[in-house]
């Protein structure tokens, strides 16, 4: 249950799956977001109080690559909002190995956002709690639960965070 | 003296131990903060502007478990102060074996809080200078020393940085 | 292109430089920054709409370790602006191996700056994009580009981010 990945490959290729996830949404390449998943991978956002009080309802629930890939074309046809770099920052991610072979880690992020006049706010600070899966000769997201200390802002979960 | 650690698993350990120490304030199982000290650890708090000028004088200076222990009692017992989630963003850990097969740790790491209505703020910005010991087959702290750029401000050290 | 660095030594190596840079500037020991350069290194600030527009023009340009000596001189001997210690915060750095031997470094941070009176506040936000050379037996910067997302504040390139 906490035994640690042994394999320094696996370790480095969990950290690149990782940094990919941030790197696409920060470079705005949205459609990159749903190939770092399973089919059946699941992306949620949850409040920190909802999860401290071990109450289910997310703020956002989706539960397939399709799903997500909807998402990203809504964000790209429907969406109106004025557009903000995005850039996120995260602590080094702690990884734990479980029976069945897959992997929970765990990581704190803080996201800013910036106006194309370089005016930056701190967005959304919170934590993500992930399964990843050998899949295929990769590494994947099965889920990504992002846990979030600021919410009830403008637009949280307009866009995968 | 700027030796690099050699074995993998001491290195993993290490990182998982400063993640332990940053997972149990974030999470309040503060119970669990001395812990990760040996018996005669040593936890402080000191000003960036003290440091910078070699004073010693500490803004919290705690020299064994048992106070360490005794501060966490005042904390559930005594202390009234308005409920906020705390998340820890640290840097990535520089490390280097001592003479004496101690290890010195440095990372740097930005402290924020968040209310029940997920409002977050900035709370704390500074510096982790530990040294940490293999004792009993696990690593521990035998001292912490939190540097903080931000002080003056309300319940500071209330609680464990 | 793609290919992970397979000996740890050398990561560990690069891990060190790219928290020496960080530490020797928080530190305040500036003169110790052009040295973490080769003599033909070339150290970049570009904004990130410039970026993300392909426009080459940079906020600043230094391409010689000789120009970044001056910087420094200059900062020691002609700038008047109020002391701040400054905190770096930064992301895990993805590394990848290129064909010709060198290495890419990407890493994210946050800058923060506090008085002497111990209030902080966020300075700067960006990312780093760094090319790494093994030189006479340490691992040296060719290239540093500071992408900014946050610009148009005082004294954003007064010292080196």
Redesign the interface.
């Known amino acids: 249950m906490s035994a640690?990945l042994s394999a320094?490959h696996d370790t480095?290729a969990i950290?690149?799956l990782l940094?990919q996830y941030?790197?696409c949404l920060?470079s705005d390449r949205l459609e990159e977001w749903p190939e770092l998943f399973v089919p059946t991978g699941c992306y949620k956002v949850v409040?920190?109080?909802n999860e401290?009080l071990g109450l289910p309802a997310p703020l956002m629930y989706l539960y397939s690559q399709g799903m997500m890939q909807d998402r990203v074309t809504a964000i790209r046809d429907a969406l109106t909002f004025e557009f903000v770099?995005t850039?996120?920052?995260?602590?080094?991610?702690?990884l734990t190995v479980q029976d069945d072979g897959t992997v929970r880690a765990?990581s704190?992020?803080?996201l800013?956002q910036?106006t194309?006049?370089?005016?930056?706010r701190?967005f959304?600070?919170?934590?993500y709690n992930d399964r990843l899966v050998h899949s295929g000769g990769v590494w994947l997201f099965a889920e990504r639960t992002v846990v979030?200390?600021?919410?009830?802002?403008q637009n949280l979960i307009a866009t995968p965070l």
């Open positions: 640690l320094d480095r950290f690149a940094d941030i790197d920060d409040s920190r109080e401290a770099f850039r996120h920052l995260t602590s080094a991610p702690q765990r704190n992020f803080a800013y910036s194309e006049e370089g005016v930056t701190l959304c600070v919170g934590g979030v200390d600021t919410f009830g802002i």
